[in-house]
């Protein structure tokens, strides 16, 4: 069984422009005291970028590397995804989530990644319709009523003990 830390939210470095517009700084400076933060660079696993306003939070792109988070959230195609995102919202702080592999002897578990990525983009679609990915976003839409999907309205009796039966 695969295991993973949850640690975050930590503010992502930014820079404004001369109109007033922000971008993710990705100079080597400001990302060396990020990861010195967020303490989890040379670990695999996956990560959420996300705009925290107020008190909530939105994700809009979910990754994962099977080797080093440092080189990985920071690609420069990866950049270009959360400045587009900034450009299109008006107020918020972008932040990271991490969920890096707790460390175990032996070969990273690959799949146990793979799958957990796959979960944090079908959840955070359900949260946001506008996140960035492109990957696992394709297939059938699955929905379960009252429980995975689209749906509105007043849950069933059923629904309601399937979800607490599930601890959802």
């Known amino acids: 069984m695969a295991t993973f830390d949850v640690l975050g939210p930590f503010d992502l470095p930014t820079r404004r422009g001369r109109a007033g517009g922000r ?14 933060e967020a ?4 670990r695999p696993g996956c990560y ?4 925290r306003h107020g008190r909530g939070m939105m994700p809009y792109y979910a990754g994962r590397t099977f080797n080093r988070l440092e080189g990985e959230c920071f690609q420069a195609h990866k950049v270009l995804k959360y400045n587009a995102v900034l450009a299109n919202v008006r107020r918020g702080t972008p932040i990271m989530f991490f969920l890096p592999l707790t460390r175990t002897r032996g070969r990273v578990n690959a799949s146990a990644i793979d799958s957990l990525e796959d979960s944090l983009i079908k959840i955070g679609l359900e949260r946001n319709d506008r996140m960035t990915n492109i990957s696992g976003t394709r297939g059938d839409e699955i929905v379960v009523h009252g429980v995975w999907g689209s749906g509105r309205g007043r849950r069933q009796a059923s629904s309601n003990r399937f979800h607490e039966m599930m601890g959802l």
């Open 39 to 42: 303490g989890c660079a040379d």
């Open 48 to 51: 959420v970028f996300a705009i």
């Open 23 to 36: 971008t993710i700084d990705a100079t080597r400076d400001a990302l060396s005291d990020f990861w010195d």
